[in-house]
């Protein structure tokens, strides 16, 4: 007959056993996963080629459209796999930037060269003419100077709008709750007293 002892020791290596398979399967079934878009990546060349080639073949076959829409669909399908949105945006603002601002001169770039390492940095921006046109100014000569991309904080009442909230998650905004933006007007009074003011309500 066992001793308690030796049934606890039986039952946590039973369990530690059980612990390990699972984590096994779940490493094992995350690199199958990683697989297929590992070859999409590595191998992304051959949708290129399938895009030209099926629109030659169905072109030849008398349907030209048919086969552009196709091609167009592959590239497509190649761009989104292999095409980061963050860095076309990025690439689209820059442009812009540049086509209104012909020269951006920083004062102590030097000190922006330091931050090449990848450590932690908070850049202060204050006061700012523009909320919009100022994150790009700053993010395109981080980008230029340092490689680095920079996410910048947005209201979470902007963060929350359409046009405004799609942008910000493209760029990996970071969404901050502003007290002011959740006040609500309410019903009240004051009352004076000599020199002091209470407000009831």
Known sequence: MKSPLTSAVHEVEMESDKAESN????????????VPHQLRKKYGFIILWAAVGLDLVISVLGYPIIGQTVSALFVLVYLAD????RRALCSFWFAVIDVFFREISVGGDSKLHHLRDGRAVIFVCAPHVNQ????????????ETTGRHVSWMVADISYKRKIIGFFAKVLRGIPVARPADYETAGDGFITVEGTEVTGHG
Request: aromatic share 4%; no cysteine.
């Open 82 to 85: 292999h095409i980061s949105v």
């Open 132 to 143: 919009f046109i100022d994150p790009i100014v700053v993010m395109k000569t981080v980008a």
């Open 23 to 34: 984590s096994t399967r779940k490493l094992l079934k995350s690199k199958v996963l990683e």
